[in-house]
């Protein structure tokens, strides 16, 4: 996606560009280079992307909000809820809130990780919903409850950009077209430094190659991790490139709807994990719910938004493509490979499969 719209913004103020393949490189190189100079040089810009993004937006909402009119709050009825297709909603819904569970990647790099990593993970739930419900509320607002679905049917690519012209005039199009570029490179970062990470962490137990685990002299980040990870997604780019996929319609669809169904998967494991593991350690001091009620809701909620992802796999991903329809067997595949790789790990070598809870506990 940041290759696609760059090339986009670039054609259209300087008439001549590089392919989107290459322009995805460039910012990998620079995503790589951040990694690699420390998470809080990482976290200030991510922040000050962040905030300017923000600002764009509720400086639309306060705009608006600001103009005389009559209220309407027939968007928050149980009947408007409810209406349509509820599962393809909460299936949205889901994959914009993934990611939120990576606070706890950075445990180790903050004070009192046990206080702060909830205290984070809580809080950006919180922002994200009350941001993304007001925001969504507005538009709705502006457009009218009846209308706002044709509207933004005739083009949905450009329908923020109307809006935000509207309200705000030309100027805010430009700045909005740069903070979407900016957003998706910061999106880049997060889940380069959180990808680089886990790849860390896995090879300091063992389970990869030992040189993953070095980290860096001066910044102490894992920089073989950052490199390996950039040098593996670079590479991609460039045999996506000379295969001459799109961007959006095959590789940003396919990826997206592959990424949802692994998340959901993983997020389902976890909750039996919880169950399992807190049944094998009663004396525990943990109420009901936290170790059983809970965790329940979220593994039968999770299963059920899977279920409603495989079936909508063409409209999620937007492609009829058989690659899209082959994805489901893809995952079955990778979490078949890898109860077979654990398995044959516990007979081979025992000590090391029992150092594979040490990912979680180091984590």
């Known amino acids: 996606m940041f290759g696609f719209f760059t090339e986009l913004f670039v054609t259209r103020h300087f008439g001549s560009s590089l392919p989107w393949w290459a322009y995805a490189a460039f910012m990998q190189m620079a995503v790589i280079g951040l990694g690699i100079a420390k998470v ?20 639309m909402d306060a705009v608006f909000m600001t103009q005389p009119r009559t209220w309407e709050f027939s968007a928050f009825q149980p009947s408007t809820v409810l209406n349509g297709n509820f599962g393809i909603a909460m299936v949205f819904a889901i ?17 009192e990780p046990k206080k702060v990593v909830a205290k984070a993970t809580f809080t950006a739930v919180i922002l994200i919903t ?7 509320w507005v538009f709705v607002q502006y457009t009218g409850a009846s209308q706002i679905a044709a509207e933004a049917a005739k083009d949905p690519g450009v329908y923020v950009y109307n809006v935000a012209e509207q309200l705000l005039g030309g100027w805010a199009v430009e700045v909005i077209s740069i903070l979407l570029i900016t957003s998706l490179f910061a999106a880049t970062q997060a889940f380069h430094n959180s990808l680089s990470r886990y790849l860390f962490t896995i090879s300091r137990d063992g389970l990869l190659w030992s040189k993953l685990a070095k980290t860096h ?8 991790a950052s490199i390996a990870q950039g040098i ?31 998340i959901l998967v993983l997020q389902i494991g ?5 169950i399992k593991y807190f049944r094998q350690h009663k004396q525990l001091p943990v109420s009901l719910w936290s170790r059983l009620i809970a965790p329940i809701i979220s593994a039968l909620g999770m299963l059920v938004i899977l279920y409603v992802v ?21 995952l079955l595949a990778c979490m078949l490979i890898g109860m077979i790789t654990a398995r044959v790990l516990k007979h081979i070598n025992p000590q090391k499969y029992e150092d594979v809870a040490n ?5």
């Open 40 to 59: 809080e040089i990482g976290g200030k810009v991510l922040g000050i992307l962040m905030l300017l993004e923000i600002a764009i937006v509720l400086l």
């Open 95 to 111: 994959c914009s809130f993934i990611g939120f569970e990576a606070t706890a990647i950075y445990a180790e790099e903050c004070k």
């Open 130 to 136: 009350v941001f993304y419900a007001l925001t969504s």
């Open 217 to 224: 002299a001066v910044y102490k980040t894992p920089y073989m």
């Open 232 to 262: 593996f997604m670079i590479a991609t780019l460039v045999i996506f490139g000379l295969f001459k996929l799109d961007p959006m319609i095959n590789i940003f669809a396919w990826a997206s709807v592959l990424g949802s169904m692994a």
């Open 270 to 274: 976890v909750s039996f994990a919880v």
């Open 310 to 330: 495989i079936r909508n796999l063409e409209m999620l991903s937007g492609s009829s493509s058989p690659v899209v329809l082959f994805l489901p067997w893809l």
């Open 359 to 363: 990912i979680v506990t180091h984590s």
